[in-house]
């Protein structure tokens, strides 16, 4: 079992950054691939970007790409979405998800692939 718990999240003005910071709970956090959803209201939940357990390997959505950097600290069960040159678009509500996975070097764009979400934090981007 594994719980995820996100912070950063804000209120920041379109060109700003943010850092997002997903903490999880568990002795055998480096087991499990790890990813960053968000959801804006009144749309579906889509994937932003995801990173192999090992950090060996990142995958990000066309729309951030270039823009959004994801990062893990395994030794502090920590996992990070660093996002710079916000958009007003970029609003809405981020979660992180895990799942385990025997795979190293393996990322997961699928939320029905992921386990474990968070309770999600709010990111809103003013024009």
């Known amino acids: 079992q594994v719980q995820l718990v996100e912070s950063g999240g804000g209120l920041v003005q379109a060109g700003g950054s943010l850092r997002l910071s997903c903490a999880a709970s568990?002795?055998?956090?480096?087991?499990?691939?790890t990813g960053w959803f968000r959801q804006a209201p009144g749309k579906e939940r889509e994937f932003v970007a995801a990173?192999?357990?090992?950090?060996?390997?990142?995958y990000y959505a066309d729309s951030v790409k270039g823009r959004f950097t994801i990062s893990r600290d395994n030794a502090k069960n920590m996992v990070y979405l660093q996002m710079n040159s916000l958009k007003p678009e970029d609003t809405a509500v981020y979660y992180c998800a895990a799942r385990y996975t025997s795979a190293y070097g393996r990322t997961y764009y699928n939320p029905e692939e992921y386990d474990f979400w968070g309770q999600g934090t709010q990111v809103t981007v003013s024009s």
């Open positions: 568990g002795r055998t956090f480096s087991s499990y691939a």
């Open positions: 990173i192999s357990k090992n950090d060996i390997s990142t």
